[in-house]
C-alpha cells in the first residue's frame, strides 16, 4: 500500500513537473521576451496557451501535498519545518505568479503592463527555483525527523539544493518552449514556431548539460543521491530520461511537436522515478524508510480507494479538457501582448479591444 | 456524550509524532492562518454559489433566448474565473501553511483526517477542469454542452466544501482514532470525516456562501439601480443576486439553531464562551451586547433575557446549560473575542434576514422590486455585513475551540512549528495580502467598466426602463 501511494505522489510530481513546470517555463520566456514591441508576440502566444489550462496544472500541487500528508504525515511535518523557507518563498510567489497572470489580460495601459508581467515573469522563476531547491534538501539527507531537526538555511541552500532548483527553472522553460513551439504551429504561426523551436533547441542543450554537470556536484555533495543515480534502477531512469530528452531534441529539430510533448514528459518522468529509486528504501534518507514513514493500512486503503474512485471522475475530466485545448476549441484568438495597451485616456476605450 | 467524551479524554491526550513540546508563537501562527482564511473564506463564497448564479442566468437565456441573459451569464463567469484564480493561492497557501505552522498537527493527525483533503483535492480539480470549458467555452461549445459543463463546477463546489467542512467539523469534534501513550493509533478516516458535526457545519457554511456571494452582487446592481441603471440587465443582476441571497438567509435561521444545538452537546465549554456563562445553571438566560468580566466571571452592561439561552441550546426553558466552570482557566477560549463574534454573526444574520424577507414579501404582492431608495441602500450596506458575519462565525467557532487543535485531544501550542521567524513571515504575508486585495479590486473594477454589450453579439436592451 505505502509503494502504492509513493506511486501517486510520482504520478503527481510528474505531472506538475511537466505541466505546471510548462507554465512556469512560459513565464521564464516572457520574462526573457524583449520590450514590450519585440516580445509582444512571444507573450501573446503564453497568454494564450496558458490561459484555459494553468489552474488545472496547478492543482497538481495540491494533489502531491494532500497525497504525502496522508500517506506519510511523519515526514510531510518534518520536511515542511525544516524546508520552512523556500517552501513559504515558493508559496509567496504562487500567489503572485497566478494573480498577475489572472490579470494581465486587463491591463490599459503599458506602465501597467509592464508592472503585471514583470511580477507574473519573475515569479514564474522564483517559485520552480525554490521548489526544487526544497526537493534537493530532501535529496541530499538534510531533513531529520522532527519539528525542525534540521537546518532552516543549510538545508536547501547548499548546492544540491541550489543545482536542483537550477534545474527545475531550465527543464520548465525547456518544456515549455517545446509545447508553445506545437501551440504556434498549430495555431497557424510559423513565425513563432520557429522563435519557439529556437529556444527550445537552445533550452534542450542548456539542461542537458547542466543536467550532465550536476551529476559532478552530487558527486562531491551528495553521494549517497550520486551512488543511487548511478548504479542499478537509478541509473536505468536516468539513462530513459537522457534518452527521451535527445529525442525530444531531434523531434523539435524536425519540427514534430505533438511527439516532443510526449517524449519531453517521458524525460521528466523518468528522473523523477529515478529520483525515488536512488533513495530507495527511504522516504528521508539517511534514516526514515517508506515503510516507517507510512500512515496505517487503514489510512492507505481509504486513500487509495478515495482517490481511484476520485480518478474515474477526474481522468475523463483531465481527458476533456486537454482535447478541447489540442483541438484549439477553448482558444482564443492570438494577439500580440503588445500594442492593445494604450493609455485609457486615448478616447478607445473600450470597445475598440475588441 | 461530549461530558463523557470529556472525562475520558481528559488523560489521553496526543504528545505529537515530531515530539512533544511544541514551539514559542502559537499565537501569531493563529494569526497568520487567520489572515490567510479570512482572505480565502470569501472567495470560496463566491467558488460555492457564483456558478449555480450564472447558470441559472444561462438557464433562462436558453429558455428565453434573450441575449441580455447571456449577456450577463457570461460576465458573470468571467468574473467568478478570475475569482476562482485567486482562490487557487489563496488555497494553496492555506495548504502549505498546514505543513509550516502546523506541522506537528500534520504529523500526528495527517493519517486521520488526510483523505478528507485528498478528496477535496480531486473536487478542485474538478471544478478547475469545467470552470476553464465553462468560461472558455462560451460560443465554442453546444449550447447544450456549454450549459451542462456548468453543472460539475457547481457539484464539485458542494463536494469541495463537504470535505473541507468535514476535517474541520472533525477537528471540533474528534473520532476515528484512538490515543495510547500519547500516540494516536487506529485510524478510521471514513468515520472521522463524516462526524457528527458535519451535517450542521457544512449547512451552514455552503448557506452562508450563497448569502454572502448573492448580497455582495446584489450590491453592486443596487448602486446601478440607485444610479438609474435599471435595464433588463442590471435588474436580471439585481434579482437573482437578490433571492439565491434571500432564500439562503431564511434558511439559515432554522440550521443556525441546529447548529447551537449541536455545539451545546458536542462543544459545551464553546457554547458557554459563545455566552459568556460562567456557572453551569438551569433556565440559563440569553445575554445580548455587553462586556464579559473575567474577574467578576459574568457579562456586564448586557441586556439579559431570562431562560433564553436554555430555550434555545435545549428547546426547554428550564433546561440546564453548562458554564465555562467546567474547564479550568487555562482551557477557557478568550471570552470576550468569541462572544463578540458570535453575537455580531447572529445579530447581522438577522438583519440580512429580514432584508431578505421585504425583498421577498415585495416581490410575492406586488411582484416587482421595492420602491424605496433605503432598500437599495441597504443591500448595499449587507454585502459587506455578510462578510464580516461570515468572519465572525468563523472566529468565533475557531477562537471558541482554544487552545485546542483538536478538541481535548492536542492543544494547539503543542502543534505549532518550532520556527521562530514567523514575525518576519506574518509581515510579509500582510503585505503580500493588501497587494492582492488592491489587484483584484482594480481588476472588477476594470471589468465593470466594460460595458455588458461587448460580451455578446446580439442586442443587449440597455434602455433605461
Given at each position: 500500500m505505502a509503494e502504492i501511494c509513493l506511486g501517486l505522489v510520482v504520478v503527481g510530481i510528474t505531472a506538475y513537473a511537466v505541466l505546471g513546470g510548462a507554465d512556469f517555463g512560459a513565464g521564464f520566456w516572457d520574462l526573457t521576451a524583449g520590450g514590450a514591441e519585440r516580445g509582444g508576440r512571444v507573450r501573446g502566444m503564453v497568454q494564450r496557451s496558458m490561459s484555459p489550462v494553468w489552474e488545472a496544472n496547478h492543482v497538481w500541487l495540491i494533489f502531491v501535498l494532500v497525497i504525502v500528508w496522508t500517506a506519510f504525515p511523519v515526514a510531510f511535518g518534518s520536511v515542511f519545518s525544516t524546508l520552512a523557507i523556500p517552501l513559504f518563498l515558493a508559496a509567496i510567489g504562487i500567489i503572485f505568479r497566478g494573480t498577475a497572470f489572472a490579470l494581465r489580460g486587463h491591463a490599459a495601459t503599458i506602465r501597467e503592463a509592464r508592472a503585471i508581467g514583470a511580477t507574473f515573469a519573475l515569479s514564474s522563476v522564483l517559485v520552480p527555483f525554490f521548489l526544487g531547491a526544497a526537493v534537493g534538501g530532501i535529496a541530499s539527507g538534510r531533513v531529520p525527523v522532527g519539528n525542525l531537526a534540521g537546518d532552516p538555511v543549510e538545508s536547501w541552500l547548499n548546492p544540491t539544493g541550489v543545482l536542483i532548483g537550477v534545474l527545475a527553472v531550465l527543464s520548465g522553460a525547456y518544456l515549455a518552449a517545446v509545447f508553445l513551439a506545437g501551440d504556434s504551429a498549430r495555431a497557424g504561426l510559423p513565425d513563432l514556431a520557429r522563435a519557439f523551436r529556437a529556444r527550445a533547441l537552445g533550452a534542450g542543450v542548456v539542461t542537458g548539460v547542466a543536467a550532465i554537470a550536476g551529476l559532478l556536484v552530487l558527486r562531491s555533495d551528495a553521494r549517497a543521491l550520486y551512488d543511487g543515480l548511478t548504479s542499478g534502477g537509478g541509473l536505468a531512469m536516468v539513462l530513459v530520461s537522457a534518452a527521451a530528452g535527445a529525442t525530444t531534441l531531434a523531434l523539435v529539430a524536425s519540427e514534430r511537436y505533438d511527439p516532443a510533448r510526449w517524449s519531453s514528459a517521458v524525460a521528466v518522468a523518468a528522473i523523477t522515478v529515478g529520483w525515488v529509486l536512488a533513495q530507495d528504501p527511504y522516504l528521508l534518507p539517511p534514516r526514515l524508510t517508506l515503510d516507517q514513514a507510512a500512515a496505517s493500512d487503514a489510512t492507505l486503503t481509504t486513500l487509495v480507494v478515495g482517490t481511484g474512485i476520485g480518478a474515474l471522475v477526474l481522468v475523463p475530466s483531465l481527458w476533456y479538457l486537454y482535447r478541447l485545448v489540442l483541438q484549439g476549441r477553448l482558444s482564443h484568438e492570438f494577439e500580440p501582448l503588445d500594442q492593445r495597451f494604450r493609455p485609457t485616456t486615448a478616447g478607445d476605450e473600450p470597445e475598440a479591444r475588441r | 456524550m461530549a461530558d463523557a467524551a470529556l472525562l475520558t479524554l481528559a488523560t489521553e491526550r496526543a504528545t505529537g509524532a515530531l515530539g512533544a513540546g511544541g514551539g514559542p508563537d502559537a499565537l501569531l501562527a493563529r494569526r497568520m492562518q487567520a489572515l490567510s482564511l479570512a482572505v480565502h473564506i470569501p472567495i470560496v463564497c463566491f467558488g460555492i454559489a457564483f456558478p449555480a448564479m450564472f447558470l441559472f442566468v444561462e438557464g433562462l437565456y436558453l429558455r428565453t433566448g434573450e441575449v441580455t441573459y447571456k449577456a450577463l451569464a457570461k460576465r458573470w463567469s468571467r468574473v467568478a474565473l478570475t475569482i476562482f484564480a485567486v482562490g487557487v493561492v489563496t488555497g494553496t497557501i492555506l495548504s502549505f501553511e498546514f505543513g509550516l505552522l502546523w506541522p506537528n498537527f500534520m504529523a500526528t493527525f495527517g493519517e486521520v483526517f488526510g483523505v478528507g483533503f485528498a478528496l477535496e483535492g480531486i473536487s478542485f480539480f474538478i471544478e478547475a477542469i469545467f470552470i476553464a470549458i465553462y468560461v472558455y467555452g462560451w460560443d465554442r461549445l453546444g449550447r447544450r454542452a456549454h450549459f451542462l459543463a456548468g453543472v460539475p463546477i457547481v457539484v464539485s463546489g458542494f463536494t469541495g466544501s463537504f470535505w473541507v467542512l468535514g476535517v474541520n467539523a472533525w477537528m471540533n469534534d474528534p473520532t476515528g482514532f484512538a490515543v495510547v501513550d500519547g500516540r494516536v493509533t487506529d485510524p478510521k478516516p471514513w468515520e472521522a470525516l463524516l462526524a457528527p458535526n458535519l451535517g450542521h457545519e457544512l449547512t451552514h457554511m455552503y448557506l452562508a456562501g450563497y448569502i454572502v456571494a448573492g448580497f455582495v452582487v446584489a450590491g453592486v446592481y443596487a448602486a446601478g439601480w440607485l444610479r438609474g441603471r435599471r435595464d433588463l440587465y442590471h435588474r436580471t443582476g439585481l434579482v437573482v443576486a437578490l433571492s439565491f441571497a434571500a432564500l439562503a438567509s431564511a434558511a439559515q435561521g432554522p440550521v443556525g439553531d441546529w447548529a447551537g444545538r449541536r455545539v451545546a452537546d458536542s462543544q459545551p465549554v464553546k457554547l458557554a464562551t459563545f455566552e459568556g456563562l460562567v456557572r453551569t445553571q438551569a433556565g440559563a438566560p440569553f445575554t445580548i451586547g455587553g462586556v464579559y468580566d473575567a474577574d467578576r466571571g459574568e457579562v456586564r452592561y448586557g441586556i439579559e433575557i431570562p431562560r433564553l439561552l436554555s430555550l434555545l441550546a435545549?428547546?426547554?426553558?428550564?433546561a440546564t446549560v453548562t458554564g465555562l466552570?467546567?474547564?479550568p482557566p487555562a482551557d477557557r477560549p478568550p471570552v470576550n473575542v468569541v462572544r463578540l463574534s458570535f453575537q455580531a454573526m447572529v445579530g447581522i444574520g438577522t438583519l440580512l434576514g429580514l432584508l431578505g424577507l421585504v425583498f421577498v414579501l415585495t416581490w410575492l404582492r406586488h411582484r416587482r422590486l421595492p420602491r424605496s431608495a433605503w432598500f437599495y441602500r441597504a443591500v448595499i450596506l449587507a454585502g459587506p455585513l455578510a462578510l464580516m458575519a461570515l468572519i465572525a462565525g468563523w472566529v468565533a467557532t475557531e477562537v471558541g475551540r482554544q487552545p485546542w487543535i483538536v478538541y481535548e485531544v492536542m492543544r494547539t501550542n503543542q502543534a505549532v512549528t518550532r520556527s521562530d521567524g514567523l514575525e518576519a513571515g506574518f509581515a510579509f504575508l500582510v503585505v503580500v495580502y493588501v497587494a492582492l486585495a488592491v489587484a483584484v479590486a482594480w481588476l472588477l473594477r476594470r471589468l465593470a467598466a466594460?460595458?455588458?454589450?461587448?460580451?455578446?453579439?446580439g442586442d443587449v436592451e440597455e434602455a433605461h426602463a
Open positions: - | 435545549h428547546h426547554n426553558p428550564n466552570e467546567v474547564a466594460q460595458p455588458p454589450a461587448t460580451e455578446v453579439a
